[in-house]
């Protein structure tokens, strides 16, 4: 009876495959070539390209006979300066360190402080500001920026005027007097001080040395560009030079002190002086352009008829030994020289808060001295 039972099974599933039942499917084939695949893998997006990389600026060295200097002069300076209040003095010449001396207790690291060295600074931020278009004109009114102006009689003094220092705003420079310079470091409101002094001339008319129009000029780069003239300047120019150590102080409003306040290394303050030297390029980039530069150092106004000289937009300019100058001078002795026809710069920094003009001599007596032209 069992061995029925199997027969009569077999027979059945032999019967059903005969009727075509589904046998299990085979696992599909999968072809070598990718592009024969009827669902194409797309590609992965391409990276972006990374900005070219930039070292950061390094001042070359050499000796001073290789630049054309007379090393023994040079080192003369050196024994010199021990007797005196300069802390820093640097010298460069064709975009090369050939001199460098510091008072014990600071290096190339110090910070200093290069008082009105600073409007020369605020000057190059002003054209870049015109330059990037956030200053129409240097024939724009004050008011038009600073509203605080609008209805005064400051109204109309140009950007132009502040520059060259022709404002007519009744100013003294550390005299003392609570009208003063002094007076501004004490004001709640610095821009509204400066507004609030009497209009002693017709603007562009006489030349008075006013640290309160440089600071007009700052305040008006805050309102033009969003930015203090700190930041704007960062930005646009001290970054790309790799001027990593400036700082520069500020009034109680936040604007940043455009007459005064910048702190930086004796080697950054040379390249404030190698910019302009270069008509405005840096490494091979236009930071600013050469008209500005041209303009900015030459005779805008007579100065103040003395010693310094003459004055472009927030440059001097005077002959040192016969050799056509330009510089950025500071209370107490601070300096940024630059000689186009030597290719030089030097800076000076002073310690102490007596004779402005005492490194003068250093300059002439031994850094254009030693130059072979």
């Not at 039972?5 to 039942?21: E, H, K, R, W």
């Not at 510091?102 to 054209?127: L, Q, R």
């Not at 005064?152 to 022709?166: H, N």
């Not at 805050?222 to 790309?240: C, D, I, K, N, V």
Request: glycine share 10%.
């Amino acid at each position: 009876m069992k061995r029925f039972v199997s027969i009569l099974l077999a027979a059945l599933l032999l019967l059903t495959a005969c009727a075509g039942g589904s046998p299990v499917p085979a696992a599909p084939e999968v072809s070598a070539d990718p592009a024969a695949s009827s669902s194409p893998v797309s590609p992965e997006p391409a990276p972006e390209p990374e900005p070219p990389s930039r070292s950061a600026f390094a001042w070359p060295e050499a000796e001073p006979g290789e630049m054309g200097m007379d090393a023994g002069l040079l080192s003369s300076m050196e024994e010199a300066l021990e007797d005196s209040h300069v802390t820093a003095a640097l010298v460069v010449r064709r975009g090369t360190v050939v001199s460098e001396w510091y008072a014990e207790g600071f290096d190339e690291n110090t910070v200093f402080p290069m008082h009105s060295c600073s409007k020369s600074f605020t000057g190059a931020i002003v054209g870049a500001a015109l330059e990037d278009g956030f200053i129409g004109s240097l024939e724009d009114p004050i008011s038009q920026y600073l509203p605080q102006a609008a209805g005064t009689d400051k109204a109309e003094i140009t950007l132009r005027q502040l520059l060259c220092q022709t404002s007519g705003i009744r100013w003294y420079e550390w005299n003392g007097r609570e009208d003063s310079f002094m007076g501004l470091m004490r004001a709640e409101n610095w821009v509204d001080y400066v507004l609030s002094q009497p209009l002693d001339h017709a603007p562009g008319t006489v030349f008075t040395y006013t640290t309160g129009g440089s600071h007009l000029l700052s305040a008006v780069v805050q309102a033009a560009t969003g930015r203090t003239a700190a930041e704007y300047g960062a930005e646009r120019l001290f970054s790309r030079m790799d001027m990593d150590s400036v700082s520069w102080n500020a009034d109680p409003q936040g604007v940043t002190d455009g007459g005064n306040g910048v702190r930086l290394t004796a080697r950054d303050a040379a390249k404030l002086g190698q910019l302009y030297l270069n008509g405005g390029v840096w490494e091979g980039e236009r930071l600013l352009s050469e008209e500005w530069i041209r303009q900015s150092v030459s005779r805008q106004s007579a100065g103040s008829g003395g010693r310094s000289g003459e004055y472009g937009y927030q440059w001097w300019l005077r002959s040192f030994s016969g050799y056509p100058t330009w510089y950025a001078m500071g209370y107490g002795g601070q300096f940024i020289f630059v000689t186009p026809s030597l290719d030089l710069v030097a800076v000076f920094v002073s310690g102490g808060l007596g004779d402005t003009y005492a490194p003068w001599p250093f300059f002439t007596d031994y850094v254009l001295a030693s130059c072979v032209p």
